[in-house]
T-cell receptor
Framework: SQELEQSPQSLIVQEGKNLTINCTSS?????LYWYKQKYGEGLIFLMM?????EEKSHEKITAKLDEKKQQSSLHITASQPSHAGIYLC???????????FGAGTRLFVKA | GVTQSPTHLIKTRGQQVTLRCSSQ?????VSWYQQALGQGPQFIFQ???????GRGNFPPRFSGLQFPNDSSELNVNALELDDSALYLC???????????????FGPGTRLTVL
């Protein structure tokens, strides 16, 4: 079965610093999603990537998909306390009916 | 948006529980996920137009229903301690491989089994 590995597991950064979170799939990716979750709450959709090399941005968050490496990266520029939370990557299964998630990266931003 | 009830729930081992979800209007697909503490969500099952469309690695004591009025239920029988988790429902308007599958998640129900 497909697995998604996220790194790092947790991250503490000083406000204003840039950071990158990685998500690597054990199998071919058919769509890669990034979500943000505040602790104990539901998931907020950030963006979806479908094609190799595709790059999308939302405010100060940019995500890129490397289809050959079966990997996606999420980059936050000039981090703010509002960026704190859990970032989850998800991918469509081969059958397409379910989304598989990584374990998440816990981001803490120090003011 | 997607709403879930109740917000929190405490049950004892062996009991049965029903969790409810109200999908975003117009969405014909609802998926349920279990998220244990410190883990990512694990897919339980998906319902499409009131029929189960796919299932993850969960035993039959996890069952569901989807109703025509944008509501759905997750039922868990014979609760075990390991069922303690955040249960999330997500609604979307498409299914199928390669389809755009943006899911809108509810805030979740926190279930504690003692």
């Amino acid at each position: 079965s497909q697995e998604l590995e996220q790194s790092p597991q947790s991250l503490i950064v000083q406000e204003g610093k840039n950071l990158t979170i990685n998500c690597t799939s054990s199998k071919t990716l058919y769509g890669l999603y990034w979500y943000k979750q505040k602790y104990g709450e539901g998931l907020i959709f950030l963006m979806m990537l479908q094609k190799g090399g595709e790059e999308k941005s939302h405010e100060k968050i940019t995500a890129k998909l490397d289809e050959k490496k079966q990997q996606s990266s999420l980059h936050i520029t000039a981090s703010q306390p509002s960026h704190a939370g859990i970032y989850l990557c998800g991918a469509d299964s081969a059958g397409g009916f379910k989304t598989i998630f990584g374990a998440g990266t816990r981001l803490f931003v120090k003011a | 948006g997607v709403t879930q009830s109740p917000t929190h729930l405490i049950k004892t081992r062996g009991q049965q529980v029903t969790l409810r979800c109200s999908s975003q209007s117009g969405h014909n697909t609802v998926s349920w996920y279990q998220q244990a503490l410190g883990q990512g969500p694990q897919f339980i099952f998906q319902y499409y137009r009131e029929e189960e469309n796919g299932r993850g690695n969960f035993p039959p004591r996890f069952s569901g229903l989807q109703f025509p009025n944008d509501s759905s239920e997750l039922n868990v029988n014979a609760l075990e301690l390991d069922d303690s988790a955040l249960y999330l429902c997500a609604s979307s308007s498409t299914t199928g491989r390669g389809a755009y599958n943006e899911q809108f998640f509810g805030p979740g129900t926190r279930l504690t089994v003692l």
